[in-house]
């Protein structure tokens, strides 16, 4: 089968030859603290990206293909009866399958094999967006005629919705360290609290959308939007009943991704495989707007409750944590989720006596799944709002208490992880308040609040003044570097290096470009590692036929954990090529193929050395490094409508090792802006189950009006287990901004909210029972402690009215 | 029925029916699939086009309403060069590279019409005015930052 492209391609696109941009790059050779050491090459696949040239995969034409739907249930739960084809619909014009059509397994491999394909008659619909049967046919009206004869015969079942009130445990942990009742009771103040965030979706703006193109050998080749070509090879494999190779999967140039499209992915491509050997031509199953929302994966919704136990001078002695999270109504990456929120819950903070317990249970929604971040962001904005609070309520400062707080060399983690290096919550914390000058313009926010109420406006409600009230809001976060625990070790990837026959130098990964800039920094490091030019650097397409097995493309894990093995391949190829030759490579290395053909470095991962983790018990390094980031969002809060505007950032993330400044400026940049949505307007409302805002329309995400100034600096500790000492960039900024605009909302307005997104509804809920007090500013019913602290208080939790009634506690199984 | 459309300088011809959208008789009827479908309601800006000097979602426009219009995608803006070494990017092309205005570049072509208009229309530097231009394109990778900046040095390269 042949792509045919059009418009017809006429040679790479190249940049013109003017000068370059003046005060944006740095020069070769020159060095700015935290930044890349030398002006870093454009971006490789940027041309084509910016011509329209790139071929995204409803871009790619195959003459004859058909167009693919997936029926779906309606029903949250339900068991299906039967599936009927109406009369007067010729059904030999299309393909109808359901699962009896379903070459091997019917299950989509991941973690748990819970999920179908498609429901069976007879089984039970988990979901209401639940794929029952998939159509085919030669055009779209056609398949919208079929579609509508085709219905669905079912009998209800009673469907759970609520996570505490579901019985189905996904996964559950509990990590512990020191005494936390020895802690609780050295306290001399303890503080309750409760936050809870909603679903997020992840909105690459390409849809989902996968090609599956029969092979002559009865396999199938898929194309398609995805982050992890091996991930839906293996599912493909398994469904389809194909070996290695009659199941490949090329990646199409990918619309973005932020986990959306790390296993969801794999479901899309059995579908259209399944359609595209029954009818054998083409299918294209290319989902809209509205199919994507209601149907794919969205961020987990989690309720933490932070029981915490302080000294007076800010210092923490116990932390008791319990987070639950709705995995919806199948199992996916929801144990490892679970894991890594857990892992991070109690924030970047030394505590000698913590316990955190954490369980994910079903639920008759669509199954959560991977957004950015992975669990940390929900738990953080926990950990860092729970933080504020006891500041607030030892009339200590934001910034003080984090100092006195955060991991420092030679801190242990509560899962018994000793911090030996690249520890840099310090730094991000102090760069960032020195940037944003946090300290000077808390206190100006303070002052004008204090006028404001000695005006005697005891509301800004009922003042006829100040209908604006700005605050500024810091927070800090830690961010585990790569997969979890001995998820490195099991996948043990591998990239290779090869020199070809033809002289040419070639990197072959399944590491995908989503926009962070794979193809340009892999690239960047086998050159410099072999002393070419970044131009005679090649990198493979994502074609598992090809490439080897690198592991997926999430986790922050491309520039850490595979560029690493690029770097090591590289080396293994120079030595190999120098020695038999006896030049230096960059000289050698053509005549070495001329003369003695191509040569192939495959890398295979190795452990980093002095890193261990034991999955039983939970105990040991659940990272290799973590990376750190501080974030001081300012915001104006309209009084009137509880508008929140987010007017300027200041962004300070820790990767280890700046490979391409603009590209990690770049994901600090948008991964801020993403939070900072989380934080305010990204909201899925649901009824019974179904996600009632699930078009473009009306689930919205912010605009280039809406996004504030954000100023990204980046910081280097390096981590020395990886040959560049790259720790990652991708997931840091998404854990950091929501608490910091959170902070800085209650800065503004006296207000605290509890739950994510910060909506005008919800301010203005806090701000109704809860009006700004003269100084300090803290809503009446709050958890503010004045004079004295006597030892141990316990604190309420939500001062808001409508605030719903706190968790009912922890039931299910428990380690 | 029959349209007549100039797009990107080369005058065509359709037999289409009425109601299809622009951006698939761009996108399928004359393969130029540079414009991007992202919602097909007008909410994300990923199939902008200039239609008669206006910025445009193509997934709006009914092709019996722009019989005799001009049309300009992002294939009409580099230069085409000779056939061996392919188009050179035009200004904002360059400045997007430069910048890092482009990651997974979906939002791309639709997002550099929009600044185009704005350049094409005068438009300045400053920082409100862009980001009111492009207010219609939604991009979820770069947080925009490097988007106006990219603009807004074109903007200034003009203003010299």
């Given amino acids: 089968m042949t792509i045919r492209t059009e418009p017809r391609r006429t040679g790479s696109p190249v940049a013109p030859q003017t000068g370059t941009p003046d005060a944006l790059l740095l020069h070769p050779g020159e060095v700015a603290p935290g930044r890349a050491r030398a002006r870093a090459p454009l971006r490789r696949e940027g041309p084509e990206k910016l011509t329209g040239e790139a071929k995204y995969a409803d871009d790619l034409v195959f003459p004859g293909a058909w167009f693919g739907a997936t029926v779906r249930s309606t029903e949250a739960h339900a ?84 996570p505490f009130a579901s019985d189905h445990v996904f996964a559950h942990y509990e990590i512990a360290s020191g005494d936390i009742d020895a802690g609780f009771a050295a306290a001399e103040l303890v503080l309750e609290g409760t936050y809870r965030v909603g679903h ?113 001078d800010g210092t923490l002695v116990a932390q008791d944590i319990e987070v639950v999270m709705d995995g ?82 030679g801190d242990t983690t509560p899962t018994g992880q000793v911090l030996r290096e690249s520890v840099a919550g310090e730094e991000v914390l102090e760069r960032a308040a020195e940037a944003a000058e946090f300290e000077r313009l808390r206190e100006k926010t303070a002052r004008t609040r204090d006028d404001a109420a000695v005006d005697g406006s005891q509301s800004p409600l009922t003042s006829g003044k100040s209908r604006r009230a700005s605050g500024i809001g810091l927070a800090l976060a830690w961010h585990g570097a790569g997969f979890t625990g001995s998820g490195e070790v099991k996948l043990a990837s591998v990239a290779s290096v090869e020199l ?82 006896g030049r230096p490579f960059a000289e050698g ?49 309209d009084l ?28 600090v940049e948008g991964g801020t802006l993403q939070a900072i949505g989380y934080a305010t307007i990204e909201e899925m409302k649901l009824r019974d189950g179904r996600y009632l805002n699930d078009r473009l329309a009306t689930y919205l995400i912010p605009t280039a009006l809406d996004a504030p100034r954000i100023t990204s600096i980046l910081v280097e500790a390096p981590f020395s287990g990886a040959p560049h000492g790259a720790k990652g960039v991708g997931e840091l900024p998404m854990d950091v901004g929501a608490p910091a605009v959170v902070a800085a909302i209650h800065d503004a307005t006296g207000a605290w909210i509890h739950e994510l997104p910060a909506t ?37 939790t939500d001062p808001r009215p409508d605030a719903p009634t706190d968790p009912q506690p922890l039931r299910g199984p428990q380690k | 029925m029959n349209v007549r459309l100039l797009v990107n300088g080369s005058p065509v011809e359709l037999d289409v029916p009425g109601m299809r959208r622009l951006l698939d008789v761009l996108r399928e009827d004359l393969g130029l699939t540079g414009t991007k479908e992202g919602c097909g309601e007008g909410e994300c800006g990923a199939c902008s086009v200039i239609l008669d000097g206006q910025v445009v979602d193509a997934c709006l426009v009914p092709i019996s309403q722009v019989d005799g219009s001009t049309v300009r995608t992002v294939e009409g803006l580099a230069r085409r060069a000779p056939e061996r070494i392919g188009p050179t990017l035009d200004e904002l092309q360059a400045a997007f590279l430069e910048t890092g205005g482009a990651q997974c570049g979906i939002c791309t072509p639709g997002m550099l019409m929009a600044a185009r208009a704005w350049i094409d229309s005068d438009g300045g530097p400053d920082d409100a005015g862009i980001r009111e231009a492009i207010a219609g394109n939604l991009c979820r990778c770069t947080g925009y930052t490097k988007i106006v900046e990219a603009i807004a040095m074109v903007a200034r390269r003009d203003e010299r």
Avoid at chain 1, 375 to 400: C, K, M, S, V, Y
């Fill in chain 1, 640 to 667: 009137d409508t509880g508008e929140v505007a987010v007017t300027n950032v200041v962004a300070v993330d820790d990767v280890g090792r700046v490979i391409h400044q603009t590209l990690a400026e770049g994901q």
């Fill in chain 1, 200 to 312: 997020q979706e992840q909105l690459y703006i390409e849809n989902n959308a996968m090609i599956a193109v029969p092979r002559e050998d009865g396999g199938v080749t898929l194309h398609g939007s995805l982050q992890c070509p091996y991930y839906v090879h293996k599912a493909l494999k398994r469904a389809l009943a194909l070996d290695d190779v009659r199941a490949q999967v090329i990646q199409a140039e990918t619309g973005g991704g932020f986990g959306g499209k790390e296993e969801y992915p794999s479901i899309i491509a059995i579908h259209a495989a399944i359609l595209a050997l029954k009818c054998s031509k083409p299918v294209r199953m290319i989902y809209d707007r509205h199919e994507d929302i209601a149907a794919t994966t969205k961020r987990h919704p989690a309720i933490v409750t932070h029981r915490t136990g302080v000294k007076r």
């Fill in chain 1, 589 to 637: 290395y053509r005549d070495h193929a001329a003369k003695s053909g191509g040569v192939r470095i495959d890398q295979r991962f190795e452990p980093y050395p002095g890193i261990h983790f034991d999955d039983e018990t939970y105990r040991g390094d659940a990272y290799p490094a973590f990376g750190w980031a501080s974030c001081v969002a300012e915001v104006d809060v």
């Fill in chain 1, 760 to 796: 005008p509804e919800r301010i203005l809920a806090a701000l109704g029972v809860t009006a700004v007090a003269p100084s300090p500013t803290v809503p009446a019913g709050a958890d503010r402690v004045e004079g004295a602290i006597e030892a141990p208080i316990v604190e309420g």
């Fill in chain 1, 328 to 409: 919806g109504a199948y199992c996916t990456l929801t144990p490892v989720v679970l894991s890594r929120g857990a892992i991070h819950a109690g924030g970047p903070y030394r505590c000698p006596n913590v316990r955190i317990r954490a369980r994910a249970t079903r639920t008759n929604t669509p199954p959560n799944g991977a957004f950015r971040g992975f669990g940390a962001p929900q738990t953080e904005f926990a950990a860092e709002t729970h933080l504020n609070r006891l500041a607030d309520a030892l009339a200590i400062g934001p910034l003080d208490i984090r100092r006195r707080n955060v991991y420092r060399v």
């Fill in chain 1, 500 to 581: 070809t026959a033809a002289g040419g130098i070639r990197i072959l990964t399944a590491s995908t470009e989503m926009g962070q800039g794979t193809k340009t920094i892999f690239p960047q490091l086998v050159a410099d590692t072999l002393g070419v030019p970044y131009e005679a650097v090649e990198i493979a397409p994502q074609d598992t036929a090809f490439v080897p097995d690198s592991g997926p493309t999430v986790a922050s894990r491309t520039a850490m954990v595979v560029g690493g093995l690029c770097i090591k391949a590289a080396e293994r190829l120079r030595d190999t090529v120098e020695s038999a030759t």
């Fill in chain 1, 79 to 162: 068991r299906l009866v039967g599936i009927d084809l109406a009369d007067g619909f010729d059904w030999s014009t299309v393909v109808v399958a359901t699962a009896a059509d379903i070459p091997g397994e019917n299950i989509v491999s991941l973690i748990s094999d819970d999920q179908p394909v498609l429901v069976p008659v007879g089984g039970e619909i988990q979901h209401h967006a639940e794929p029952i049967a998939l159509i085919a046919a030669p055009d779209r009206e056609t398949l919208r005629a079929a579609r509508r004869g085709l219905t669905i015969r079912t009998e209800s079942l009673p469907p759970v919705f609520d």
